[in-house]
Structure formats: structure tokens, C-alpha cells
């Protein structure tokens, strides 16, 4: 029997070895600027950290998005699984924006002279999340109901139902996250360019400010509410 020769590659592809043909190394790191492109070298941080949260936005809506076929097919646990890996996925966007208040704010204006029109609000990871959040929320609320349950109940009986119970903390830690990503958003942007200022694409960031009180499950939230006016009534 022929010895395997681990030292050679044996995928197809471009790239040296496994590792970069599987990875595809060679088209992903030619994805930056090189440095005789750049306007300045802080381009390699903005676009590592724009790049890097697009990837992960990708898996976190991918997952969720794939959560909501399991809730409507009644395969909670699954569902469980993978919403834990989105809002985890969050956690990591929300934590590499640390890394942009590294640049300087007046060397950051000329990195901003080369970004044309471009603006967050095209970012295709963000639109995917705000496109597969209100069907997690809509089949959740469906199955609830489907169970003869509703919120405030679920939450008073949350022992009896336990997975029920996990599934809603996760929805409402997945539009957590969202916010909390919105607020350091603003915090970043706030510290990097200013909060009286107008964007790239003309929006005031005012105006993202206003967009961290917005929730996609309301009656999530509202029933903390319920629950503490119960108590009050006891
Ligand atoms: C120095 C860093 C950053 C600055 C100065 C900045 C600035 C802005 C501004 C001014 C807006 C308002 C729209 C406009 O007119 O452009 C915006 C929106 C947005 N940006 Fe950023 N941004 C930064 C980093 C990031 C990063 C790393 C991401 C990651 C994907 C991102 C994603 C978004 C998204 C998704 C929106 C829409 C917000 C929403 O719908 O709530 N931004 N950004």
C-alpha cells in the first residue's frame, strides 16, 4: 500500500496547499487594499473590521434564518442551538467595533474622502438581519400560539416549559444584541466623526441614535412589563 504524502495537496484549486485551496487564502487576503492602493494605512484596519463583520453577520442571519424553518417544523432544540450561535456572532461584531477607535479622528477623514457614497445602511450582513428578524419573531409568536400559550403566561409558567422558555430568552437576547450593537455603533461613529454631523450617504448620526430604540419584539419587552404590574397587584 502506497504511503499517503501528507506534505502534498490533494484538493483542486489555486493556493499552495490545503489550507489555502479549502480557505481560498490567496483571493480572500487580496481583498484589502495593498499598501500603494492605500490613501493611508489605517485602510487595512477599516476594511479587516468591516470585512470580518460581514462574515459574521452572514452566519449570525444564516442562523437565525435557519432557526425560523426549525421553529415552524416544531424542532425547538435546534432551533435553541443555533439562535445561541447567532446572538454569539453578535457578540463578536459588536466587540471588533473596539477596534476602530484605534484610528485617529483627524486621520480618519482621509480615509473617509475614499469612500465615495458607501454607507452602512447597504451593508449586506445588516439588511440580512433586519430581513430574517421579524419572521423569527412571527414564528415564534405563531408557534406560542399554536400551543395555546402567550407571552406573559410562558414566563409565569416558565419551569413547565422550559424549552419554550429558553427559545424566548434567546429571541429577546438576539434583539438585545441587536441594539446593543446599534448603541456602540453610535458610540463609535459618535467618537470617530462626531455626533452633529451628517454620513457619507447625507444621514444625520442623530438619526442613528433614534434607530437604538427600535425593537423587533415589542411584546417581548412589554411583558416585563405585564410581569412587574402582576406582582405589583399581588
Ligand atoms: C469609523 C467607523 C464607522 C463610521 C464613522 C461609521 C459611520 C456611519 C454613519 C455616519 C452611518 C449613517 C449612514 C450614513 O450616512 O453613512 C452608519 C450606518 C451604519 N453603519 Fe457604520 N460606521 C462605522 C463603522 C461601521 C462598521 C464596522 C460596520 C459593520 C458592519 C458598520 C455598519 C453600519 C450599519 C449596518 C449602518 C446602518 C445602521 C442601522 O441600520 O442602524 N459601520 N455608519
Redesign the pocket.
Known sequence: MAVEDYTQPVLPGPGASDYERYLRTDELLALQKRPDEQVHRDELL?QT??QA??LW?KLAWTEAEEATRQIERGELDGAERLLRRAVLALQY?IA??DM??Q?SPWE?QT??KVLG???????P???G??RVAPQLGQAFMAMLRGRGLDIVELYRKGRENETLYQLAELLIAWDEHIAL??MR??L??AR??GDE?????????E??GG??K?RFYPELWRARNQLTQLANDE
Open positions: 477599516f473590521v468591516h463583520s460581514e453577520l461584531v471588533q467595533l476602530l477607535e484610528m480618519y480615509i473617509r457614497h458607501g454607507s452602512g445602511f447597504d451593508s450582513g445588516f439588511r438581519i433586519r450593537w446599534r455603533h453610535y463609535v461613529v470617530v466623526i454631523v451628517v454620513g457619507t450617504q447625507g444621514t444625520p448620526v438619526f442613528l434607530l437604538i427600535q
